[in-house]
């Protein structure tokens, strides 16, 4: 048997893939290439180039394949460019998660992980997030992910469905330097090409009320994550219960003239970012708690900055002239 992996050839999903395959697993591969890129699956990984707006698509690698379960990771996830581009973003992640639960009811697989956001809070006015804290979403991004997340509830109250859905915030670093993030909206490869092109990184704000001004952001390593959507997959297969949410977060973060320094330190290239104006809407401080899934998904902070940053700067640099795609 199989577990299908929706959005696969993604910087976070390659990982997973990844993981299943260290896990003696067997994943299968759908995803539409719009953001994936194709040489990060493995060539020994069935894949099928669709979208999962494409029922058909998916009803033949559920049939084709023996799926077990779904880890479901494919969807449009730019929160600022969803507000300009709701209709495309609702179009993603909501009908997309709705085919995948409607394919999966009928060809009986019962089992899904879901990729979910920690965009789903929006900007709570609390130190820690917790799974307790009220969501209140404030992208159409954000709010797509937890109608993605009400679809699997409802589903599995009508039909049994195993699942549960992981809120995570900002996903860095690299498990192989083969695979690489290559967003044009995440802090690492902005930072990285503006590095790579003789451009000055810029902090945007320095006087937050935190310790140095700067905003301070829940960054993980994207190994510690995709091993976590691991462990839920083989909880699921096993009959074990899990809670219908988990934050995969670091309980501390980090600021962004952290992030800044450890880059300076990291690549050895000397910088000292341009400071610009605050951005409207950017919160202060946005950081979340992982003790429930440190319980039940092996889940744990294995890197820290500095190994997050050499991690992603190495796949950044064996990439060379094949970066971004």
């Known amino acids: 048997m199989s577990w299908l992996v929706t959005g696969g050839a993604g910087y976070i999903g390659a990982h997973v893939v990844q993981a299943l395959i260290d896990a003696d697993l067997t994943p299968v591969v759908i995803d539409d290439l719009s953001s994936g890129i194709r040489r990060f699956v493995p060539e020994e990984v069935a894949f099928v180039e669709a979208s999962i707006l494409d029922r058909a698509a998916i009803e033949g690698v559920l049939a084709e394949h023996d799926v077990e379960g779904v880890i479901h990771l494919a969807g449009f996830k730019y929160a600022g460019v969803s507000v300009s581009r709701p209709l495309h973003t609702y179009a993603a992640n909501v009908t997309g998660t709705a085919n995948l639960l409607e394919a999966m009811v009928d060809a009986g697989v019962d089992k899904l992980v879901f990729s979910s956001s920690a965009a789903t809070y929006g900007t709570p006015d609390v130190d820690l997030v917790t799974e307790e804290t009220e969501t209140h979403p404030e992208s159409p991004y954000g709010e797509s992910k937890l109608i993605g997340e009400w679809l699997i509830s409802d589903v599995a109250t009508a039909h049994g469905l195993a699942h549960t859905s992981l809120r995570y ?86 600021s962004v003239r952290q992030i800044m320094d450890t880059i300076r330190e990291v690549t050895e290239i000397d910088f000292e970012p341009v400071v610009k104006p605050r951005r409207p809407g950017d919160p202060a401080r946005i950081v979340a708690a992982g003790d429930l899934a440190r319980r039940d998904l092996e889940w744990e902070m294995r890197h820290d900055l500095r190994s997050m940053v050499a991690t992603a700067w190495a796949a950044r640099q064996a990439a060379g002239a094949d970066y971004p795609a």
């Open 169 to 254: 915030f900002n996903v860095v670093g690299s498990g192989r330097p083969d695979l690489f993030d290559s967003s044009p909206h995440n802090l690492f490869p902005l930072v990285f090409d503006a590095l790579a092109h003789g451009r000055t990184p810029q902090i945007n704000g320095d006087d937050y009320p935190t310790p140095d001004g700067t905003c301070v952001r829940d960054y993980v390593h994207v190994a510690d994550l995709a091993h976590s959507h691991v462990v839920a997959a083989r909880a699921l297969a096993a009959g074990h219960g899990l809670e219908r949410v988990y934050n995969l977060g670091s309980g501390e973060g980090s």
